[in-house]
C-alpha cells in the first residue's frame, strides 16, 4: 500500500509582488512603425501608454523581483517554498526552463521548479495548479510567478499587434489558510482556435533565416470569443464558489483590452461597487503577467485591500482560459 500525500484543508494566496519595467512607450511611438492614430488605438483597445522592458530587465530579473515583493508581502520564509511555477510565452529558450534559476535566485534553490505555457491565462493557470499542490500536500507553500516580456516577439510594423503587447512580471505566493481563500477554478480551453493568436513558424523553420516568429493575430475573433465566452466562464467561477456578485469587491481581468473588459462587466452585471482593473491603460497588455500587476496597482492606488473577494479570469492563446474567485492578502 503506497502512502497518499495529504496536505492542507484550504490555500489562499498569502502574498502579491509585481515588477513594471522602467520605461513607458507612448502611443506616439508606436506610430512611428505603424499607420494608425493615437485616437484609434485609445478607442480600439483603451492603452494610452505601456511598459517596455530595457535590456537588463530580462524574464529572470523581472521575476525575481516580483517574486521578492510577493515573499515581502507573505511573511514566508523562501527556503519554505516548495515549488516554483512560471507561466510565460516569453522565456525565449526551449529549455532549461527559467524557473528552476527564479528558485535559486529567490532563495528556494531545491524548490521544485517548472514552466507553464498557458498564455494569457497563464497566473490564472498557476494559482489554480498551487492551489491543488498545497491541498493535495505536494508542496507547503508554493510561488506562482506570470512573466512575459512580449516586446521581444511583437513585429513593430503589425497594425494588428504592435499597440498592444507589453512586458513585466507579477508573483503570488499560495499557503494553507484556515479558510478556503481560492475558489474552484473554472478553465478550458478551444484548440479549434489556436490558429488566431500564434507564431505561424516553428523554430525549425525559421532556423537558418534570421526571420523572428512574431506573434501574429486574428484581433476579431478573439475580441468576439473574449467579450461573450469569457463572461460565461467568470461567472461560472463565481457560482462554483458560491460568491454572489454583489459579494466581490474586485474584477480583475486579464488586461487584453479596455472594450473586453467594459463587455464583460456589463454582462456580469456587476454592481457600481465592484471595483474593475483598467491597469492597461498605462501597462498594455503583459499577458501573463497582467493580472498580479494589476492587482498591485489597485493596492498602490487604495482601490483594494487586504480581505478583499476579487474575481479574476485570463484568457487568451490556445485559446485557453481559466477564472477563480480568490481573496486578497
Ligand atoms: N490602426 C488603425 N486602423 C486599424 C489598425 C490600427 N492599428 N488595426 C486595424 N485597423 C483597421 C482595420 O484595417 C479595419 O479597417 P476596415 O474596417 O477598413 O477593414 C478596422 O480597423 C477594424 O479592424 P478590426 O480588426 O475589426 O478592429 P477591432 O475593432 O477588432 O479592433 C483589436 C482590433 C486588435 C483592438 C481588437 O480586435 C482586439 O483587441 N482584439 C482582442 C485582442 C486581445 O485582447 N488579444 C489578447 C488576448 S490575450
Known sequence: MITASTGSQYAGILGIGSYRPRRAVPNAEILEQIDSSDEWIQTRSGIKERRWASEDETVLMMSVNAAKEALADSGIDPSEIGCVIVATVTHLYQTPAIATRIAVEVGA????????????????????????????????????????????????????????????????????????????????????????????????????????????????????????????????????????????????????????TDAMRRTLKLPEHVKVARDIERQGNTSAASIPLAITAMREAGEAKSGDLALIIGFGAGLVYAAQVIRLP
Open 109 to 260: 534553490p531545491t524548490a521544485a521548479a517548472f514552466d507553464i505555457s498557458a498564455a494569457c491565462a497563464g497566473f490564472c493557470y498557476g494559482v489554480a495548479m498551487a492551489n491543488d499542490l498545497v491541498r493535495g500536500g505536494s508542496a507547503k507553500y508554493v510561488l506562482a510567478i506570470g512573466v512575459e516580456r512580449l516586446s521581444d516577439i511583437t513585429d513593430r510594423t503589425d497594425r494588428g499587434t504592435a499597440f498592444i503587447f507589453a512586458d513585466g512580471a507579477g508573483a503570488a505566493i499560495v499557503g494553507p489558510t484556515d479558510e478556503p481563500g481560492i475558489g474552484p477554478v473554472v478553465w478550458g480551453s478551444d484548440g479549434t482556435q489556436h490558429q488566431v493568436i500564434s507564431q505561424k513558424e516553428s523554430w525549425v523553420e525559421v532556423h537558418g533565416n534570421h526571420n523572428w516568429p512574431h506573434l501574429t493575430m486574428d484581433g476579431n475573433p478573439v475580441f468576439r470569443w473574449a467579450s461573450f465566452e469569457m463572461a460565461k466562464a467568470a461567472q461560472r467561477a463565481l457560482d462554483v464558489a458560491g460568491v454572489k456578485a454583489e459579494q466581490l469587491d474586485l474584477f480583475v481581468p486579464h488586461q487584453a483590452n479596455m472594450r473586453i
